[in-house]
């Protein structure tokens, strides 16, 4: 059974910083393309970044460019969101995905095959 438990959501004013973990279980971790993803109230759900099963390619949403790092620790079966510089517009649940996939490029949220159940960021003004 596939399993991904997200962690570190929380309140932060805007300019600062957290750090998002996905932890996940239930699968060969190295096999599998791994992504971070958002969904505002009253928005479609969007992806954040990307990051391919070698963690030789990553992908960003634009708005997130240069302000968020994806990363991954095959030893821990762990992904990573370093958000920094945080606006209020990044206010949203972020969830981590999975998809069985040896793809280089964008892999939007139908395309993903596992989902955790999501953390909330809130940034205040």
């Known amino acids: 059974q596939v399993q991904l438990v997200e962690s570190g959501g929380g309140l932060v004013q805007a300019g600062g910083s957290l750090r998002l973990s996905c932890a996940a279980s239930?699968?060969?971790?190295?096999?599998?393309?791994m992504g971070w993803y958002r969904q505002a109230p009253g928005k479609e759900r969007e992806l954040v970044a990307g990051?391919?099963?070698?963690?030789?390619?990553?992908n960003y949403a634009d708005s997130v460019k240069g302000r968020f790092t994806i990363s991954r620790d095959s030893a821990k079966n762990t992904v990573y969101l370093q958000m920094n510089s945080l606006k209020p517009e990044d206010t949203a649940v972020y969830y981590c995905?999975?998809?069985?996939?040896?793809?280089?490029?964008?892999?939007?949220?139908?395309?993903?095959?596992?989902w955790g159940k999501g953390t909330l960021v809130t940034v205040s003004s």
């Open positions: 239930g699968l060969t971790f190295g096999m599998y393309y």
């Open positions: 990051i391919t099963r070698g963690a030789d390619n990553t």
């Open positions: 995905a999975a998809v069985y996939s040896d793809s280089c490029g964008v892999i939007g949220p139908y395309g993903m095959d596992y």
